[in-house]
């Protein structure tokens, strides 16, 4: 059983499109996270989500809202794509928020935005 | 700014040798860290994790070192196996930070 699974593995669109990316962990854990790698390889915090709490990176454009309808899963909504979102995604969850907290990745989804 | 800095893009070690994987932070804050391995099309995978207050932790054949006067850490894979060959990540997490702050990432190549 996959622990966390992302959907779509990959995704090619326009720019200007709106899309998501799904996440579900079956841990039982109480956080997850959305990280984006970069073109130069950089893994980045965008959003951290523990309990109906979200913590948001002021580095993310309001146009990525994360959305949790519940524990397991937290998906990530894009309005009018740009070029320069094209990144993997991963998804990840911890037990708790805590900073000792092994967090688990899931396989990541490839965006593609033409 | 690179909070995080693993400055060997690659490394090609026999198999049976010692593979040294090294890693630098900045941030002072930063009182936990952790290795995550990462094969082609899947995600980062936990290896091992070091707390601040220890400066070595040894799990098999992995052994995290970290030199919290220096900022640095190091991932000590002995001996090294064709199947080590990965990108490994170096991440830190602190300094009121809730996710993880990775290292650009090292390739590790194992030869037979």
């Known amino acids: 059983d996959t622990a966390v699974s992302q959907t779509p593995k990959y995704l090619v669109t326009q720019m200007g499109n709106d899309k998501s990316i799904k996440c579900e962990q079956n841990l039982g854990h109480d956080t997850m996270y959305w990280y984006k790698q970069d073109s130069k390889k950089f893994l980045k915090i965008m959003f951290s989500?523990?309990?109906?709490?979200?913590?948001i990176n002021e580095t993310v454009p309001n146009r990525f809202s994360p959305k949790s309808p519940d524990k397991a899963h937290l998906n990530l909504h894009i309005n009018s794509l740009e070029l320069g979102d094209s990144a993997v995604y991963f998804c990840?969850?911890?037990?708790?928020?805590?900073?000792?907290?092994?967090?688990?990745f899931g396989p990541g989804t490839r965006l593609l935005v033409l | 700014d690179q909070q995080v800095k693993q400055n060997s893009p690659s490394l090609s070690v026999q198999e049976g040798r010692i593979s040294i994987l090294n890693c630098d932070y900045t941030?002072?804050?930063?009182?936990?860290f952790l290795w995550y391995k990462k094969y082609p099309a899947e995600g980062p995978t936990f290896l091992i994790s070091i707390s601040s207050i220890k400066d070595k932790n040894e799990d098999g054949r992995f052994t995290v070192f970290l030199n919290k006067s220096a900022k640095h850490l190091s991932l000590h894979i002995v001996p090294s196996q064709p199947g080590d060959s990965a990108v490994y990540f170096c991440a830190a997490r602190g300094g009121g930070a809730d996710g993880l702050t990775f290292g650009k990432g090292t390739h590790l190549i194992i030869q037979p």
């Open positions: 989500y523990n309990n109906k709490e979200l913590i």
């Open positions: 941030n002072s804050m930063f009182d936990y």
């Open positions: 990840a969850s911890s037990q708790s928020p805590g900073p000792r907290e092994t967090q688990y």
